[in-house]
């Protein structure tokens, strides 16, 4: 009896930790540039993540290349001009999540605090946002502002009407546990 009481006692501490950690199912990130003469929003699904809701541990990647421009050539210009894909392929977040408890289900809202990579510079942000924790799921959302400068992506002179200073991002996760 007290060996089938310590195996379902360590299987089930097992079935926990692993249920502590959730990676993307699904990802959508956007950036939308609101400028004098055009705007320009390109969208992207092949971001991945892994979230550690015992500790709030974050990590995601995008892949540049992998963003979607309405015109072909404004996809060419951002991945080979200002974005410099061959050099720079993603970009990445590690930080960790405040604000959530995995024993609520619902929206709940939350901050994610660490180091933000574009264009292989890294700054520290925090970015506000939520998590909606619903039937096993869970469900990140944010939207922030990137200033170019930051992170070291020029804007030429002569088209400093057509891109804006600074970008509006969208980033949703969905996550499955491990």
């Known amino acids: 009896m007290k060996s089938v009481l310590l195996v379902s ?3 089930l501490v097992t079935f926990l930790a692993q249920a ?3 990676s993307s199912d699904k990802s959508y990130i956007k950036f939308f540039s609101n400028a004098a003469i055009e705007d320009i929003t390109a969208e992207n699904t092949k971001g991945s993540s892994i979230f550690n809701e015992a500790t709030g541990e974050i990590v995601f990647s995008i892949p540049i290349k992998e963003f979607e421009f309405d015109k072909s050539l404004m ?3 951002f991945n080979e001009k200002y ?3 061959e050099q ?3 970009s ?3 930080g960790k999540i405040t604000g959530y408890q995995s024993s609520t289900t619902g929206e709940q809202k939350v901050s994610a605090s660490g180091k933000l990579t574009i ?3 890294t700054q520290e942000v925090n970015i506000p946002g939520t998590i909606e924790n619903a039937n096993g799921q869970l469900s990140l959302k944010a939207k922030f502002m990137v200033k170019l400068v930051d992170y070291k992506i020029q804007i030429p002179q002569v088209l400093w009407q057509k891109i804006a200073e600074q970008v509006e991002v969208t980033v949703q ?3 499955k546990p491990l």
Do not use: N, R, S
């Open 9 to 11: 006692g360590i299987l």
């Open 20 to 22: 502590q950690k959730f």
């Open 75 to 77: 996809k060419d210009h």
């Open 83 to 85: 974005m410099e894909t």
């Open 88 to 90: 720079f392929p993603k």
């Open 92 to 94: 990445t977040f590690q």
């Open 119 to 121: 264009h292989g510079v």
């Open 173 to 175: 996760f969905t996550y």
